[in-house]
T-cell receptor, first 112, second 116 residues
Framework: GENVEQHPSTLSVQEGDSAVIKCTYS??????FPWYKQELGKRPQLIID???NVGEKKDQRIAVTLNKTAKHFSLHITETQPEDSAVYFC???????????WGAGTKLIIKP | DTAVSQTPKYLVTQMGNDKSIKCEQN?????MYWYKQDSKKFLKIMFS???????INETVPNRFSPKSPDKAHLNLHINSLELGDSAVYFC???????????????FGEGSRLTVL
């Protein structure tokens, strides 16, 4: 079955710097890759997603890139701000089985 | 209006007791889920219902029993609670998109269960 590995488990960056979180997946049939952000004590919320027919997607300071050949996708956050501090989860799905396979999460810490 | 609401938000109980968590969504979605998030923050799918039909039933103890009376509700009943059941339980809903992917998951606020 599908397996999603997420690295690093913790990432600490200076405010204003960029942060990159990487996920690798095992099932080449996976075609949908969302990223969720979970602030402390809150619910996970979708921040960006990408489908396999696209290599990159941007939304203001966040972007996701997908490399289907290498089977990895990454979340890029530029000009980090204190409110970016959270746990970020990647996930992958191949569709029809309705199931998202989740990464273990990355705790992002923004240092002032 | 709250999109996905679950009750109670906090639940403290003794080992061996039976408890229920209720979930309701007003988004008109056809698929609902229960997730367990332990202290290490890992999100683990437990169950998923599509149009009141069970479609995902991960390896969870049969002490956990979901019930979906209609598309907008998915409840979770837990029998004979154990210490290891302590976690945050999230309900979520989604609408399948044209490619049968889950689409965006909308999570409830979570129910923090503490078993003493």
């Amino acid at each position: 079955g599908e397996n999603v590995e997420q690295h690093p488990s913790t990432l600490s960056v200076q405010e204003g710097d960029s942060a990159v979180i990487k996920c690798t997946y095992s099932d080449s049939a996976s075609n949908y890759f969302p990223w969720y952000k979970q602030e402390l004590g809150k619910r996970p919320q979708l921040i960006i997603d990408i489908r396999s027919n696209v290599g990159e997607k941007k939304d203001q300071r966040i972007a996701v890139t997908l490399n289907k050949t290498a089977k990895h996708f990454s979340l890029h956050i530029t000009e980090t701000q204190p409110e970016d501090s959270a746990v970020y989860f990647c996930a992958a799905s191949r569709g029809s089985n309705y199931q998202l396979i989740w990464g273990a999460g990355t705790k992002l810490i923004i240092k002032p | 209006d709250t999109a996905v609401s679950q009750t109670p938000k906090y639940l403290v109980t003794q080992m061996g007791n039976d408890k229920s968590i209720k979930c309701e969504q007003n988004l008109g979605h056809d698929t609902m889920y229960w997730y367990k998030q332990d202290s290490k923050k890992f999100l683990k799918i437990m169950f998923s219902y599509n149009n009141k039909e069970l479609i995902i039933n991960e390896t969870v103890p049969n002490r956990f029993s979901p019930k979906s009376p209609d598309k907008a509700h998915l409840n979770l009943h837990i029998n004979s609670l154990e210490l290891g059941d302590s976690a945050v339980y999230f309900c979520a809903s989604s609408r399948l998109d044209g490619t049968l992917n889950t689409g965006e998951l909308f999570f409830g606020e979570g129910s923090r269960l503490t078993v003493l």
